[in-house]
């Protein structure tokens, strides 16, 4: 392997890692669909209602997130809390892989690069601004990585169908939330993203590298267009983010 002039760069072609999932997660008896979301408290809600059962869980050296099956529309699908940033939700995803789940949606809150973006709109992903580290394990360097077409053509086909407004986009994953400075969101903008965000480049490289099905649905957070920050309170919005999972396990059971 030849080295680059930055390791970042130092794209490795082989399908076989050193730790392979396959060979150190335990395959189950899992739905095939699955719903990744970043709302705790969604899941929280659910729980207490008794609407989930444990069937796994995910270990890390800090927490450790459940893996649930529950039952939606008469069919089975798992959720699960995602986990921050890429690093941890590509390896999160490479898990559940493992299991056995293979189509997903995720679903969670993103930053907003335009003003006009109210709290709560819809956005889906086409495409991710790959401004994070693990997407360049998985994929050759490039600028941008798609969402994978069959998913966002159900996703889009369903929320048009529902009369369900939305905006189809391109968003930022970054790794950095405390290092988005005026030039970087100004550039961001100028190449078409409209949010920001730390996991979809991960999700779209993981998802295309093991060949699985996987769309992502965010909705409006807090606001970086303006001169000051603005949190628009997004996270005292419980019913947005009820709405959201209904709809993302909806629709993951159509791909």
């Given at each position: 392997?030849?080295?680059?002039?930055?390791?970042?760069?130092?794209?490795?072609?082989?399908?076989?890692?050193?730790?392979?999932?396959?060979?150190?997660?335990?395959?189950?008896?899992?739905?095939?669909?699955?719903?990744?979301?970043?709302?705790?408290?969604?899941?929280?809600?659910?729980?207490?209602?008794?609407?989930?059962?444990?069937?796994?869980?995910?270990?890390?050296?800090?927490?450790?997130?459940p893996?649930?099956?529950?039952?939606?529309?008469?069919?089975?699908?798992?959720?699960?809390?995602?986990?921050?940033?890429?690093a941890?939700?590509?390896?999160?995803?490479?898990?559940?892989?493992?299991?056995?789940?293979?189509?997903?949606?995720?679903?969670?809150?993103?930053?907003?690069?335009?003003?006009?973006?109210?709290?709560?709109?819809?956005?889906v992903?086409?495409?991710?601004?790959?401004?994070?580290?693990?997407?360049?394990?998985?994929?050759?360097?490039s600028?941008?990585?798609?969402?994978?077409?069959?998913?966002?053509?159900?996703?889009?086909?369903?929320?048009e169908?529902?009369?369900?407004p939305?905006?189809?986009?391109?968003?930022w994953?970054?790794?950095?939330?405390?290092?988005?400075?005026?030039?970087?969101?100004?550039?961001?903008?100028?190449?078409?993203?409209?949010?920001?965000?730390?996991?979809?480049?991960?999700?779209?490289?993981?998802?295309?590298?093991?060949?699985?099905?996987?769309?992502?649905i965010?909705h409006?957070?807090?606001?970086?267009?303006?001169?000051?920050?603005?949190?628009?309170?997004?996270?005292?919005?419980?019913?947005?983010?009820?709405?959201?999972?209904d709809l993302?396990?909806?629709?993951?059971?159509?791909?």
């Open positions: 392997m030849l080295k680059k002039d930055f390791p970042i760069l130092e794209f490795d072609s082989s399908p076989r890692a050193k730790i392979e999932p396959s060979e150190v997660i335990k395959r189950q008896d899992v739905p095939e669909y699955c719903v990744i979301t970043f709302f705790g408290d969604v899941i929280k809600k659910m729980l207490d209602e008794g609407k989930l059962k444990e069937i796994a869980k995910f270990y890390t050296a800090t927490v450790v997130l893996i649930y099956e529950t039952e939606f529309n008469g069919k089975p699908i798992g959720i699960v809390q995602g986990y921050l940033g890429s941890g939700s590509g390896a999160q995803l490479e898990e559940l892989i493992a299991m056995g789940f293979k189509k997903f949606i995720v679903c969670g809150a993103a930053g907003v690069l335009k003003k006009n973006i109210q709290v709560g709109h819809l956005v992903p086409y495409s991710a601004v790959r401004d994070e580290g693990l997407s360049y394990h998985y994929l050759e360097p600028r941008e990585v798609e969402c994978n077409e069959q998913a966002l053509k159900c996703i889009t086909d369903y929320l169908n529902n009369q369900i939305f905006i189809k986009a391109k968003t994953t970054t790794d950095s939330f405390y290092r988005e400075t005026e030039e970087k969101i100004a550039l961001r903008v100028s190449e078409g993203c409209i949010t920001v965000e730390m996991e979809a480049a991960a999700f779209f490289a993981v998802s295309k590298f093991r060949k699985v099905i996987l769309g992502q965010l409006g957070g807090d606001d970086l267009s303006g001169i000051q920050w603005d949190s628009r309170n997004w996270v005292r919005r419980e019913d947005l983010r009820i709405n959201l999972v993302s396990m909806a629709i993951c059971l159509e791909l």
